[in-house]
């Protein structure tokens, strides 16, 4: 299998490098790490959407889906046609249709605005997820992050539980519908009740293990000690479900990120310097 390492939703908060650890102007960076895999038999798998078409040509008022001003201004959101899941795909040669599933970590609205530009594809996604994004809702964060409108016109899903056969110690949900068996996910409750990593073994027997929302910080992971800038702490608070499931999810994805080096790389959806480097294939 290849993998593809796309930026599919680009935001600059106001604050720079109290949100990205780098940058020397105001404005930070942040992206959506989205990727697209090559399988042998089962044609192209996406792990995450980020924005989509509809957000691009309605910005910030997408027909039944607005982005809440309070995430607009906190988030700065840069909407490019460019950085569509879509176009990314289609700029490799390949069409919608040849999308045939997608993988989300979970259903904030910056993860799954694409989903409709790929009718055809069979989204998978824990069950506890689909039912918090598309039930009723209450609080003010909950009433936000999901945008129930960006999921309508889905065709297919296909939902699991959290029970399964363990990975490097965490649950794994193994032989999702139609998909390889290097493939599988990988709960991780905290951010959502219902997030997942998605881990994928690669040619040379290593594993990625993209770990969407469970951190947003490269100083989260392999390291002894959490690393993590005062924005993205702060914003990691404010989405969570609950404080001591992400954290001590965290914790055991800091450990795995130490102990298995060698065996998993483990990467994040928001942190602009994982993506880089692992676009131009650099170690983490």
Not at 19 to 38: A, M, N, Q, T
Not at 161 to 171: I, L, Y
Not at 218 to 223: C, N
Not at 254 to 260: D, E, G, H, P
Request: net charge positive; with cysteine.
């Amino acid at each position: 299998m290849k993998i593809h390492h796309l930026n599919c939703g680009t935001d600059c908060p106001v604050g720079g490098a109290l949100f990205d650890g780098r940058s020397l102007g105001p404005l930070g960076k942040v992206v959506c790490h989205c990727l697209l895999i090559e399988t042998d038999a089962q044609g192209l798998v996406l792990v995450d959407t980020g924005y989509g078409l509809k957000d691009i040509d309605h910005p910030h008022k997408r027909p039944g889906v607005r982005i809440p001003i309070p995430w607009r201004l906190m988030l700065n959101i840069r909407l490019h046609e460019r950085e569509t899941a879509i176009r990314q795909v289609e700029a490799l040669g390949y069409r919608a249709n040849d999308v045939r599933h997608i993988i989300a970590t979970h259903l904030d609205f910056d993860h799954a605005g694409g989903l409709e530009d790929f009718p055809n594809a069979t989204v998978h996604v824990m069950a506890r997820e689909y039912d918090d994004a598309t039930g009723a809702r209450a609080g003010v964060v909950a009433n936000n992050r999901w945008r129930p409108s960006q999921l309508n016109d889905v065709q297919a899903w296909r939902r699991y539980g959290a029970r399964g056969e363990p990975w490097f110690g965490f649950d794994a949900v193994r032989e999702l519908d139609g998909l390889p068996p290097e493939i599988l996910m990988v709960p991780l409750p905290g951010h959502t009740w219902g997030h997942a990593g998605v881990a994928i073994r690669r040619a040379d027997g290593r594993w990625l293990l993209h770990a969407g929302d469970a951190y947003f910080y490269r100083g989260e992971m392999r390291g002894a000690r959490r690393k993590c800038t005062p924005g993205l702490r702060a914003y990691q608070r404010l989405m969570e479900v609950d404080a001591t499931s992400r954290m001590a999810n965290q914790e055991r994805l800091r450990a795995l990120s130490v102990q298995r080096r060698g065996e998993v790389t483990v990467t994040c959806t928001h942190d602009p310097v994982e993506l880089e480097r692992c676009q131009a294939g650099h170690p983490l």
